[in-house]
C-alpha cells in the first residue's frame, strides 16, 4: 500500500483515501484496496488518535477476525523490509508488540528479523499506555544482548550525577 507500507503508519492519520495510493504489483488483486479503503475512512471519520490507528492497525492485522487480508497485509509489509527495528521498545504497549510481532515475529524468522533496543530501567511512558511487561514478554526466547559501555557521556559527567544522587539533601 503506496510502494513503502512504512509511509502508511505514517499517513493514515491525515486525511487520505487508498485510490491516491498504489499496491506493489505482486499484491494487486488481493481485494485489500477496499479493506484498507474502509479502514482509512474509518480513521479519518472518528477523527482518529494514535492511539486508535495502533488499535485499528492491530485488528486489520488479526488473522482471526480477517483471515487471508490480514495474511495478505503482513506480507506486503514483509516484501518491503527484512529487518525491523524498535528503538526505545521498552516504551511499547501491548498493542504495539501484538503488531510488530504478528509481522516479524517467529512466523516470518529466519528470512526477516526483529530487533528491539531497549533498557527496562529507563521506561517512563507508563502513563500514557506504555507497558514494560510486554518488554519483558518479548525477551522470553530471544537472543539478549547487554551493552558494557556507555557511549553517551564522559566518566566525569557520570561522577557528578552519581554524587548528586547519592546525596541526602
Known amino acids: 500500500f503506496a510502494s513503502d507500507l512504512g509511509k ?38 472518528s477523527q482518529a488518535t494514535n492511539d486508535g490507528i495502533i488499535r485499528q492497525l492491530r485488528g486489520a492485522l488479526d ?4 483471515g487471508q487480508k490480514a495474511k495478505d497485509l503482513k506480507d506486503i509489509v514483509r516484501s518491503q523490509y527484512d529487518v525491523c527495528m524498535i528503538d526505545e521498545c521498552q516504551d511499547t504497549d501491548r498493542y504495539q508488540w501484538d503488531i510488530f510481532q504478528s509481522i516479524f515475529g517467529a512466523e516470518a524468522f529466519p528470512k526477516k528479523m526483529l530487533i528491539m533496543v531497549g533498557d527496562r530501567n529507563q521506561a517512563i511512558y507508563a502513563f500514557r499506555g506504555a ?4 518488554y519483558i514478554q518479548a525477551q522470553k526466547g530471544a537472543e539478549v544482548w547487554t551493552l558494557t559501555a ?3 557521556s564522559s566518566q566525569k559527567l557520570i561522577a557528578i550525577f552519581n554524587e548528586v544522587f547519592r546525596s541526602k539533601d
Open 8 to 45: 502508511l503508519l505514517k499517513i493514515v492519520g491525515w486525511k487520505i483515501k487508498a485510490s491516491e495510493c498504489t499496491f506493489p504489483p505482486k499484491f494487486r488483486n488481493l481485494g485489500l484496496e477496499d479493506f484498507i479503503e474502509e479502514r482509512i475512512e474509518q480513521a479519518n471519520r
Open 131 to 134: 507497558d514494560v511487561n510486554s
Open 63 to 66: 488473522e482471526k477476525i480477517n
Open 150 to 152: 556507555n557511549n553517551r
